[in-house]
């Protein structure tokens, strides 16, 4: 895919009415509702394919849409209330969180069917997938660790111990460093991904969620529920280097490359903020839908 000619757009999990925001990155503007089943959450996107993921917590399913024509392409029923979602490298496998039962579902994404299914730790939320495709990095929020399993083996192969809570997850733009927010902690653990140990804990804002880098993932920005902030870290020097006001209850979060700039979803606000990542500064606000989460990496590029 050539991502000059690539549109970029924000697809928004709307928990509270049912939908997701489709955002033109290039306007700042919603350019689309998607109806999808109850309670939507999380996000994982398929940039090759146009596929959009929406896990549904409610409803107890998958969503999967064309991100071309933003139409609802089928449904993938679950017997769990599913949140976290990500997809491998060449997107032909989906991955779960099963919250409840403590392990990650894998389903194949040309049949839909389930493949799989890994022991992890207690109550899995965010997921990554390394930068080569091998690993796949599960925050288990009520064991305060992160599993890492092998994909090809469907295997866990190690825990690494973070603080307390860990949710949401993100690689650096070199896919060397891993960061884990910790809720109950006020803190993100960087992780060496090479050696799988903590290299250093950095403390944030009150109740963090969300983490994401720029694309040299020399910052990373995390959302502060419980201060209606964004922290952003210097990763080299590993520490805090500006605090940024935003909308309600910020959750999710993502870094636009092409525009430099920062979106995070708002839950008590029903927006999105946008942050200039030059300045550091809320540059505006996007009215979404009730209860904005977005949970994931909700990015991504349609080519025409």
């Given at each position: 895919?050539?991502?000059?000619?690539?549109?970029?757009?924000?697809?928004?999990?709307?928990?509270?009415?049912?939908?997701?925001?489709?955002?033109?990155?290039?306007?700042?503007?919603?350019?689309?509702?998607?109806?999808?089943?109850?309670?939507?959450?999380?996000?994982?996107?398929?940039?090759?394919?146009?596929?959009?993921?929406?896990?549904?917590?409610?409803?107890?399913?998958?969503?999967v849409i064309n991100?071309?024509?933003?139409?609802?392409?089928?449904?993938?029923?679950?017997?769990?209330?599913?949140?976290?979602?990500?997809?491998?490298?060449?997107?032909?496998?989906?991955?779960?969180?099963?919250?409840?039962?403590?392990?990650?579902?894998?389903?194949?994404?040309?049949?839909?069917?389930?493949?799989?299914?890994?022991?992890?730790?207690?109550?899995?939320?965010?997921?990554?997938?390394?930068?080569?495709?091998?690993?796949?990095?599960?925050?288990?929020?009520?064991?305060?660790?992160?599993?890492v399993i092998d994909?090809?083996?469907?295997?866990?192969?190690?825990?690494?111990?973070?603080?307390?809570?860990?949710?949401?997850?993100?690689?650096?733009?070199?896919?060397?460093?891993?960061?884990?927010?910790?809720?109950?902690?006020?803190?993100?653990?960087?992780?060496?991904?090479?050696?799988?140990?903590?290299?250093?804990?950095?403390?944030?804002?009150?109740?963090?969620?969300?983490?994401?880098?720029?694309?040299?993932?020399?910052?990373?920005?995390?959302?502060?529920?419980?201060?209606?902030?964004?922290?952003?870290?210097?990763?080299?020097?590993?520490?805090?280097?500006?605090?940024?006001?935003?909308?309600?209850?910020?959750?999710?979060?993502?870094?636009?490359?092409?525009?430099?700039?920062?979106?995070?979803?708002?839950?008590?606000?029903?927006?999105?903020?946008?942050?200039?990542?030059?300045?550091?500064?809320?540059?505006?606000?996007?009215?979404?839908?009730?209860?904005?989460?977005?949970?994931?990496?909700?990015i991504g590029n349609?080519?025409?």
């Amino acid at each position: 895919m050539n991502t000059a000619d690539a549109e970029p757009r924000a697809y928004i999990t709307n928990q509270g009415e049912n939908s997701v925001s489709v955002i033109s990155l290039m306007t700042n503007q919603v350019i689309s509702t998607i109806v999808t089943a109850k309670a939507p959450v999380g996000v994982a996107i398929d940039d090759i394919d146009h596929k959009l993921y929406v896990s549904n917590v409610e409803s107890r399913s998958i969503s999967v849409i064309n991100m071309k024509t933003n139409a609802v392409m089928s449904e993938i029923k679950l017997k769990i209330a599913p949140v976290g979602i990500t997809l491998s490298k060449s997107g032909s496998q989906l991955f779960v969180a099963d919250w409840f039962h403590d392990q990650v579902l894998v389903f194949d994404t040309t049949t839909l069917n389930q493949t799989g299914a890994v022991a992890i730790g207690k109550a899995p939320s965010g997921m990554v997938v390394s930068r080569e495709g091998a690993t796949l990095y599960v925050a288990n929020r009520d064991s305060d660790d992160v599993g890492v399993i092998d994909i090809r083996s469907q295997k866990l192969v190690n825990k690494i111990s973070v603080g307390k809570h860990p949710f949401g997850v993100a690689l650096g733009g070199d896919g060397k460093t891993l960061y884990v927010v910790n809720v109950e902690s006020n803190s993100v653990s960087m992780i060496d991904t090479r050696k799988d140990i903590v290299v250093a804990t950095i403390s944030v804002g009150e109740h963090p969620y969300c983490v994401t880098t720029n694309a040299d993932g020399t910052r990373a920005y995390v959302t502060n529920t419980g201060a209606d902030t964004v922290s952003v870290i210097d990763t080299v020097a590993k520490k805090v280097i500006a605090t940024i006001s935003v909308d309600g209850f910020p959750e999710g979060v993502a870094f636009d490359a092409k525009s430099s700039r920062v979106y995070v979803a708002s839950w008590m606000d029903n927006a999105v903020s946008v942050i200039d990542a030059k300045t550091n500064k809320k540059i505006s606000s996007i009215p979404t839908g009730s209860q904005s989460r977005a949970f994931g990496q909700f990015i991504g590029n349609i080519t025409n």
